[in-house]
Nanobody, 116 residues
Framework: VQLQACGGGLVQPGGSLRLSCATSGFSLDEYDIGWFRQAPGKGREGVSCISSSGGTTYYADSVKGRFTISKDNSKNIVYLQMNNLKPEDTAVYYC??????????WGQGTLVTVSS
């Protein structure tokens, strides 16, 4: 099982980025996938997740209305579209595969910096 997140970078406030999580070793249609982030000096927090069927999504209140999670099962990729980015969105973003209610495999992080 592997997950690899990419797409981070430096963006100005109000800008957009799309993160990608490339997965292998399992089927996206069998497991939920989540995005998490860890800001400097803070703990890791859940940002969004998508169910195995793709029919259910979750967003943290802090990103609701600005971030959209989606996936392409044929490409084994999960996306996180981030719009109207704010400085407080600055963090290392991770994707993770769930086993039940608990993440069991993590990708390496990708750094998102929102700054003018």
């Amino acid at each position: 099982v592997q997950l690899q997140a990419c797409g981070g970078g430096l963006v100005q406030p109000g800008g957009s980025l799309r993160l990608s999580c490339a997965t292998s070793g399992f089927s996206l249609d069998e497991y939920d996938i989540g995005w998490f982030r860890q800001a400097p000096g803070k703990g890791r927090e859940g940002v969004s997740c998508i169910s195995s069927s793709g029919g259910t999504t979750y967003y943290a209140d802090s990103v609701k209305g600005r971030f959209t999670i989606s996936k392409d099962n044929s490409k084994n990729i999960v996306y996180l579209q981030m719009n109207n980015l704010k400085p407080e969105d600055t963090a290392v973003y991770y994707c993770a595969k769930y086993a039940g209610w608990v993440p069991d495999y993590w990708g390496q992080g990708t750094l998102v910096t929102v700054s003018s």
